[in-house]
């Protein structure tokens, strides 16, 4: 989107510096008013179209923390277990995705399952998105592995964090 800005600008440039070393002067105004008039507007569209897919992004961060939440809730006496999780780099696959290893150690004297919500940020803190994963039975004293994907492709820096852990 950057880059048809840029594109767009560049030609209205381009055409009011024409139009600066025209001796006729009338129609090459005209022509630099009608380039920059044609950049503004598309300018403004591109704007628009990147305030829809701002929107779409936001709306689906909010459905997946609504399915996370609803999934934390069919937990039936579950206990906080966040101190027994810890995340390791979360790093981008070839598909787009933020994925995050997850190691869970169970400081009980008995087995548990557990289900832990792991939220995606970007370096400001801004939740990108929330998955959450089930991670069945560990002994006591033991640890398991689990990897935690985003629902989609996330641009830039992305960091993890645990949201919640519930052990049971």
Do not use: W
């Not at 985003?150 to 960091?159: E, I, N, Q």
Request: proline residues 2%.
């Amino acid at each position: 989107m950057e880059r048809q800005v840029r594109r767009y600008a560049v030609a209205a440039v381009a055409v009011l510096f024409g139009a600066a070393g025209c001796s006729s002067g009338g129609s090459a105004t005209s022509a630099a008013s009608s380039a920059v008039s044609a950049a503004q507007s598309e300018v403004s569209a591109l704007a628009s179209a990147a305030s829809g897919l701002a929107s779409s992004a936001s709306s689906a961060v909010a459905s997946a923390a609504s399915e996370a939440s609803s999934a934390l809730a069919n937990v039936k006496g579950g206990l906080d277990a966040k101190g027994d999780v810890a995340l390791g780099t979360v790093v981008t696959g070839s598909d787009g995705r933020a994925d995050v290893p997850v190691t869970v150690t169970n400081h009980a004297s008995q087995g548990y399952q557990y289900t832990v919500q792991v939220n995606f940020d970007d370096p400001s803190g801004n939740l990108l998105d929330t998955v959450v994963i089930s991670v069945p039975e560990v002994a006591a004293g033991g640890t398991a592995q689990a990897t935690a994907s985003s629902h989609r492709k996330l641009a830039g820096t992305v960091t993890a964090a645990v949201g919640n852990a519930l052990r049971y």
